[in-house]
């Protein structure tokens, strides 16, 4: 009896040890496992700082993480025209997808700029102090503040005159459209319009800064785009009120009364961009470059029925 007792026992002894000692491991291998994802995390920050995330907002490339400044745009403005390009497609009866965005057709954001405003005239006073100053750096919403910034729809065409101006920042405006006069910044090398939302083209001018090779564009907000193909507005239209005032291709004096007009998706800096062309002949529109890879490889007059590459959504 004795015998057996002191056997009961042992064995409880043993198994609660083992139990114990079970737990350790456990405990020691969860610790081992913290410690060397600590160990990675450390030696991560450390090798490669650059690549923990930080906002860039409107600042340009190449500035210091502990000088990066808060967002500063207090409103983003928005619109109606690419509604449609966030609809879902329709699904058939086997899973495929059988229709896409319902598109209308799209026009051009025609709101004329109150040039006799406050905002305008302090936006063209700001202008002169750039040109003046010889500064490398246009930033409206800096130089005018967000309240004034907000008022405004377009710039000046004395930006053309900003040559020393190496840097353009427009983030988060209420831009709807470029002057072409921005072809004359014969030193712009960055271009940041991101998350002006109402920026669906851009000029085919911009193709004349020598020097730009950055661009930072919220390129879902562009007619063509390529997740979406959102259409073109049909062409042509009565731009007169932001028409230039030489042919965009050879650069010589409208000598007709018509001008020729034409949608052409370029690379430029860093994206792709619908431009506007207004053209003095047909030879001129012929003589256009070759399209981007994966748009439509040829200018074209915009419209629903224009056939454009599947999108990647």
């Known amino acids: 009896m004795l015998r057996l007792l002191v ?3 042992y064995d409880v002894a043993v198994s609660e040890f083992w139990q114990q000692f079970s737990l350790l491991v456990i405990a020691a291998i969860l610790l081992g496992i913290l410690l060397r994802s600590r ?24 500035t210091a993480h502990d000088q990066l400044k808060p967002n500063p745009v207090r409103h983003y403005a928005s619109c109606h025209c690419l509604d449609a390009q966030y609809e879902r497609a329709e699904k058939g009866a086997e899973g495929d997808e059988v229709a896409g965005p319902r598109w209308r057709e799209l026009s051009f954001h025609t709101e004329e700029q109150d040039t006799g405003s406050e905002a305008w005239g302090a936006l063209e006073a700001y202008i002169a102090r750039v040109r003046a100053d010889e500064s490398d750096e246009f930033d ?3 130089g005018i503040g967000w309240e004034r910034w907000e008022q405004i729809i377009t710039l000046p065409k004395s930006i053309g005159t900003l040559t020393s101006v190496r840097f353009v920042s427009l983030y988060g405006s209420h831009l709807v459209r470029i002057p072409p006069e921005i072809g004359d910044m014969a030193n712009l090398e960055e271009f940041d319009p991101y998350t002006s939302r109402c920026l669906h083209w851009f000029p085919y001018e911009i193709t004349r800064c020598p020097t730009l090779k950055r661009s930072r564009v919220s390129t879902r907000c562009l007619y063509g785009n390529y997740k979406y193909r959102p259409p073109f ?25 018509r001008i020729y007009q034409a949608w052409i998706s370029l690379n430029v800096a860093t994206d792709v961009l619908p431009l506007l062309v207004h053209a003095c002949s047909e030879k001129c529109i012929d003589g256009l470059p070759t399209p981007a890879a994966g748009y439509v490889q040829e200018p074209h007059f915009g419209g629903l029925d224009l056939k454009q590459p599947p999108p990647l959504w």
């Open 39 to 62: 160990r990675k995390a450390a030696k991560a920050t450390e090798d490669s700082p650059v690549k923990l995330y930080r906002p860039r907002f409107n600042q340009r490339s190449g």
């Open 233 to 257: 507005p049909r062409l042509p239209r009565d731009l007169a009120a932001f028409s230039p005032a030489v042919c965009s291709v050879c650069r010589e004096p409208f000598t007709q009364e």
């Open 7 to 9: 056997s009961g026992v």
């Open 140 to 142: 409206p919403l800096t």
